[in-house]
């Protein structure tokens, strides 16, 4: 099947939209064709951006388009654990993590220590968490961090 367009020249004042359509099949050829008169395009104004936080002359703003607004955005770089103390510790026990590209606060979305062993944590800021070192396995461990952006893990010995 083909589909053609001609275009009749700007010349003349009235411009024509002229369709024709071509069926070619095993039983014969078809030919439709229709004719409708081109509508001008109409240049549209260069339109600036709006301002934060503010809505257009006559908007309306969807409901929650203020949490919207002001929402962190949590894709950046792979989180990188730099340090953990203590680098062991029994179920129950305190861990602080320092590193960096932990995101602002609400950005992290887990901690674990080793498959199946989900940690509670704060997401203190951009390069501090505190987390809880879960009942589980003993021996070492991955305390591994995830962001959006990815992981980063590094050894934690659970006694």
């Known amino acids: 099947m083909r589909v053609g367009i001609l275009r009749l020249s700007r010349a003349y004042h009235a411009a024509l939209l002229l369709t024709v359509l071509v069926v070619v099949s095993p039983v014969g050829v078809t030919?439709?064709?229709?004719?409708?008169?081109?509508?001008?395009?109409?240049?549209?104004?260069?339109?600036?951006?709006?301002?934060?936080?503010?809505?257009?002359?006559?908007?309306?703003?969807?409901?929650?388009?203020?949490?919207?607004?002001?929402?962190?955005?949590?894709?950046?770089?792979?989180?990188?654990?730099?340090?953990?103390?203590p680098d062991e510790g029994k179920t129950g026990d305190k861990v602080t993590i320092t590193g960096t590209n932990f995101g602002a606060p609400g950005c992290l979305s887990s901690v674990s220590f080793g498959p199946g062993s989900p940690a509670t944590f704060v997401h203190v800021n951009e390069s501090?968490?505190?987390?809880?070192?879960?009942?589980?396995?003993?021996?070492?461990?991955?305390?591994?961090?995830?962001?959006?952006?990815?992981?980063?893990?590094?050894?934690?010995?659970?006694?």
């Open 31 to 85: 030919v439709a064709w229709s004719a409708e008169k081109e509508k001008p395009i109409k240049k549209e104004k260069s339109v600036q951006p709006a301002k934060k936080g503010t809505t257009s002359k006559g908007a309306t703003k969807a409901p929650g388009a203020g949490i919207v607004d002001t929402a962190t955005a949590c894709f950046g770089d792979t989180p990188k654990i730099e340090t953990v103390k």
């Open 128 to 159: 501090t968490v505190t987390a809880t070192v879960p009942s589980g396995k003993k021996g070492i461990r991955l305390l591994t961090v995830t962001t959006a952006s990815g992981e980063d893990s590094k050894p934690f010995f659970v006694k």
